[in-house]
């Protein structure tokens, strides 16, 4: 199976952390973000969305990272990380609804508008919109606060693919504008979460490389 990716992406990472959870060995073709790779007409005829990232496997291509952690997740016949009790399932796939959704569209926008804008010179925060997804956030970092008081994983008590889709920003909490203090459990399994094997792999070992097509690549 092949993954393109971006170097960096938050999205990208969260399936290569499934793939290492699983043992799944990826071909993982990464195009530079900044040089226009994913807007080359090559590129836009596998996903004409020009987004990152997009599994192919044979003939079959995918894309949206929380589909693709599905797939690969069932591929592998694992019933940890994507149960096959309707009811288990039906959980992890809400909270992956969920974070695409709210909580992490917050987060994102917060990540996006504050830190990847200024540090590659992507264009004017939009502080309107700062505002808003500040305050969308604290409405759903309540949400998470609450659901995580009394356990350590989204569903059931070990990882699904719910918590890697949940931990995808990770890297940008402490930078972004947004006061975490009042939401102990959120912190807590974010402490947890980040410190995963397979989810620590798949940082860049290079950030100045984040976006860019990697050297040895």
Same mark, same amino acid.
């Given at each position: 199976?092949?993954?393109?990716?971006?170097?960096?992406?938050?999205?990208?990472?969260?399936?290569?952390? !499934?793939?290492?959870?699983?043992?799944?060995?990826?071909?993982?073709?990464?195009?530079?973000?900044?040089?226009?790779?994913?807007?080359?007409?090559?590129?836009? @005829?596998?996903? +004409?969305?020009?987004? !990152?990232?997009?599994? @192919?496997? %044979?003939?079959?291509?995918?894309?949206?990272?929380?589909?693709?952690?599905?797939?690969?997740?069932?591929? @592998?016949?694992? =019933?940890?990380?994507?149960?096959?009790?309707?009811?288990?399932?039906?959980?992890?796939?809400?909270?992956?609804?969920?974070?695409?959704?709210?909580?992490?569209?917050?987060?994102? &926008?917060?990540?996006?508008? &504050?830190?990847?804008?200024?540090?590659?010179?992507? %264009?004017?925060?939009?502080?309107?919109?700062?505002?808003?997804?500040?305050?969308?956030?604290?409405?759903?970092?309540? !949400?998470? =606060?609450?659901?995580?008081? =009394?356990? =350590?994983?989204?569903? %059931?008590?070990?990882? &699904?693919?719910?918590?890697?889709?949940?931990?995808?920003?990770?890297?940008?909490?402490? +930078?972004?504008?947004?006061?975490? @203090?009042?939401?102990?459990? !959120?912190?807590?399994?974010?402490?947890?979460?980040?410190?995963?094997?397979?989810?620590?792999?798949?940082?860049?070992?290079?950030?100045?490389? &984040? %976006?860019?097509?990697?050297?040895?690549?």
């Amino acid at each position: 199976m092949k993954l393109h990716s971006v170097v960096g992406s938050p999205n990208c990472r969260r399936v290569e952390a !499934v793939a290492n959870h699983l043992g799944q060995k990826l071909d993982i073709e990464y195009h530079d973000f900044f040089a226009g790779d994913l807007r080359k007409p090559e590129y836009l @005829a596998l996903n +004409a969305n020009g987004m !990152v990232p997009l599994l @192919a496997d %044979g003939a079959f291509t995918l894309w949206e990272s929380n589909a693709i952690t599905q797939y690969l997740a069932d591929k @592998a016949g694992s =019933d940890t990380l994507f149960p096959r009790d309707p009811q288990r399932r039906a959980d992890v796939v809400r909270w992956q609804c969920w974070e695409l959704s709210h909580f992490n569209k917050a987060f994102g &926008t917060l990540a996006w508008e &504050t830190v990847a804008k200024p540090t590659f010179n992507l %264009g004017p925060t939009n502080h309107a919109l700062v505002e808003i997804m500040r305050d969308n956030l604290k409405r759903f970092a309540a !949400v998470l =606060d609450r659901h995580l008081a =009394d356990r =350590d994983y989204l569903v %059931g008590n070990g990882i &699904t693919i719910a918590d890697y889709s949940m931990i995808t920003p990770e890297k940008f909490k402490e +930078a972004i504008p947004f006061d975490w @203090a009042p939401f102990a459990n !959120v912190n807590a399994y974010f402490e947890r979460m980040r410190k995963v094997e397979h989810w620590t792999r798949t940082a860049p070992a290079n950030p100045a490389e &984040t %976006g860019r097509k990697p050297k040895a690549a």
